[in-house]
């Protein structure tokens, strides 16, 4: 929906502010904390099998869960070596898809879009908390949103296909984070592996971080092929976010205090946002969330008499 170029003020100040907000909004940050600990507790390690859908590397030693990225990179690598070798291209490619990820991912992104980003992932809880320490943040280019895409298609399905190696998995900041600094303080045996490569990734984990204390959430908002699977499903999935324009005095608290950087007022569900509903604290209740059956009262949107 279209928004004046240079927002004002349109209604008065005295307009009453939106109702108070349900404890699960108004405690987000105690869920990813939460989400956190449960995806590298330790205690439930023998579910590695099941893909959490978020960024965490399953290297951690601690880590209970796959990660659904590097599991489509083993599909991936596994199909350069199927295919070739079936007795046709689509008994080939039907041995080859990877039903149990892909179906987590569809039934997770189907149903809250990228919300996971926003309230389950580790690494996205991570920009956040690094984020705080520089509150002027730079823009970041709006093209650059759409090279997640090519992560995607080119580290995650294309090279690992024909080289049979997970290339992203190899590049992954979280995996530098998580199993590269954390696995050789458990296990003696993998320092004499630390070589050139290690380094070389903790470099990228020290480019990532500096780049949040510079941009909101960057890894999310440029690389992160997750997040790219998700985005698909923003507008279409079950959980909606709505914004109401005749509750919207343009204040601008929404984009002040989104942490991927988006203007809701302009872009609600776009593929930008993480589905974190920051913007749904808004003072003035012009923006909310709510199943795409709820009804307008269930909704928290005005009902007309």
Known sequence: MAV????????????RPGPRHPWWLRNRFWVQVASLVLANSFFLRHFKGFC????????????????PIGALQNACSDAGYRIPGA????????????????GTLFLFSSLFGRMMCGWLCPFG????????????????????SYLRYAVLVVLVLIIPYYTHTPWFSKLCPQGALQGGLLQPLVDPSVREMMQSWWWAKQAILIVVVVA???????????VCPLGAIFSLFNRVSAWDIRFDQDKCVNCLW??????QGIDPRRDVNG????????????PYGAIHS????????????????
């Open 4 to 15: 004046d170029q240079q927002p004002q003020i349109e209604k008065t100040q005295s307009q």
């Open 52 to 67: 959490y859908p978020v960024l965490n590397c399953w290297s951690c030693p601690g880590a209970n869960f796959a990660c």
């Open 87 to 102: 007795p046709s291209l689509l008994q080939g490619i039907l041995a080859s898809i990877p039903i149990y990820v892909l």
């Open 125 to 144: 809880w991570l920009q956040e908390q690094v984020g705080r320490l520089r509150r002027k943040k730079l823009p970041i280019p709006n093209a650059l």
């Open 212 to 222: 949040m204390v510079l941009w909101r959430r960057p890894f999310c908002a440029t």
């Open 254 to 259: 929404c984009v002040k205090h989104c942490p």
């Open 271 to 282: 593929h930008k946002c993480v589905g974190c509903l920051e913007c749904q604290k808004c």
């Open 290 to 305: 709510a199943p795409k059956w709820a009804s307008p009262r269930e909704a928290g949107e005005p009902v007309e008499h």
